[in-house]
Nanobody, 117 residues
Framework: QVQLVESGGGLVQSGGSLRLSCTGS????????MSWYRQAPGLERQLVAS???????NYADSVKGRFTISRDNAKDTVSLQMNSLKPEDTAVYYC???????????WGQGTQVTVST
């Protein structure tokens, strides 16, 4: 059974930091492109950051210089270090695992991040 389990969300003041983690199971983690998405109330889900199987990384313009994505294939984990958080970063953050050759996408259940002013 495929699972993606996120952790690390919470409430933080503006300017603070949080680290999100997502651990996968039931699939070959190293073969999957891993991403973090977020969805704020009333808005569409948007890509925040992604890291490919070859560790090529992309960020949304809104988080460049503040967020860092990384992966540890030995632990089947992808992380998102979020610094200098802003109220507009408030959203539910989702981990996604994508195999473009299949094609196949798995989603985590989401973790809430709330940044207060």
């Amino acid at each position: 059974q495929v699972q993606l389990v996120e952790s690390g969300g919470g409430l933080v003041q503006s300017g603070g930091s949080l680290r999100l983690s997502c651990t996968g199971s039931g699939f070959t983690f190293s073969n999957y492109h891993m991403s973090w998405y977020r969805q704020a109330p009333g808005l569409e889900r948007q890509l925040v950051a992604s890291i490919s199987t070859t560790r090529s990384i992309n960020y949304a313009d809104s988080v460049k210089g503040r967020f860092t994505i990384s992966r540890d294939n030995a632990k089947d984990t992808v992380s998102l270090q979020m610094n200098s958080l802003k109220p507009e970063d408030t959203a539910v953050y989702y981990c996604a695992a994508q195999n473009f050759a299949a094609p196949r996408t798995y989603w985590g259940q989401g973790t809430q991040v709330t940044v207060s002013t």
